[in-house]
């Protein structure tokens, strides 16, 4: 008996694995540039320090984005924040197999006086495919680029704005 269900255990996992790979090939991506951007500003380094943790906890709205780091003398914000998330399916003995891998990135904010510093590591293993409809899936430079410009938009405007911090 149980050597029945390991064989129908190992059919199925190879009958997915055969279906997912179906009519897509995987094409592994060069790891694009890290991206950066400097925002002049008017805060002095505390304030910078403050509002740069709150655009963080503001941003960062899942709960796999974590901050991970903080040095308020060094001016320095740290943390990992999900690009994309992946998705796994499960057989039906419990078994987890990974279709999408997720794609982490790390955001670092440095701040000074009148100077903010947003830097975004571009996750590592992206990759591109398309799927039995020809629709792209995977995690492309394009897919990271525009979610990286969209952050340091964001922290662009945040930054600039003036904050309860700034006049005390």
Same mark, same amino acid.
């Given at each position: 008996?149980?050597?029945?269900? $390991? $064989? ?20 592994? $991506?060069? *790891?694009?540039?890290?991206? #950066? ?9 505390? /304030? ?11 941003? &960062?709205?899942?709960?796999?984005? #974590? ?19 992946? =998705?796994?399916?499960? =057989?039906?003995?419990? *078994? ?6 997720? %794609? &982490?990135?790390?955001? *670092? ?14 996750? =590592? ?11 792209? $899936?995977? &995690? *492309?430079?394009?897919? &990271? ?9 964001? %922290?662009? #405007?945040?930054?600039?704005?003036? =904050? /309860?911090?700034? /006049?005390?």
């Amino acid at each position: 008996m149980k050597t029945k269900k $390991i $064989i129908t255990t190992v059919t199925l996992l190879l009958s997915i694995f055969l279906f997912i790979s179906c009519g897509s090939a995987r094409v592994v $991506i060069p *790891t694009p540039e890290d991206e #950066v951007k400097n925002i002049e500003n008017t805060s002095n380094i505390n /304030s910078n320090f403050i509002k740069a943790n709150e655009w963080m906890v503001e941003s &960062f709205n899942n709960a796999k984005s #974590v901050i991970q780091f903080k040095d308020k003398q060094a001016g320095i914000v740290k943390g990992r924040y999900l690009m994309k998330e992946g =998705s796994t399916i499960t =057989s039906m003995y419990g *078994t987890k197999i990974v279709v999408h891998p997720t %794609f &982490f990135s790390i955001i *670092t904010l440095r701040v000074k006086d009148n100077l903010a510093r947003i830097e975004i590591d571009a996750p =590592s293993g992206m990759y591109s495919q398309k799927d039995i409809n020809g629709k792209q $899936i995977g &995690f *492309t430079k394009e897919l &990271f680029l525009a979610e990286a410009n969209k952050l340091i938009d964001n %922290f662009d #405007v945040y930054m600039k704005e003036k =904050s /309860s911090n700034d /006049s005390w």
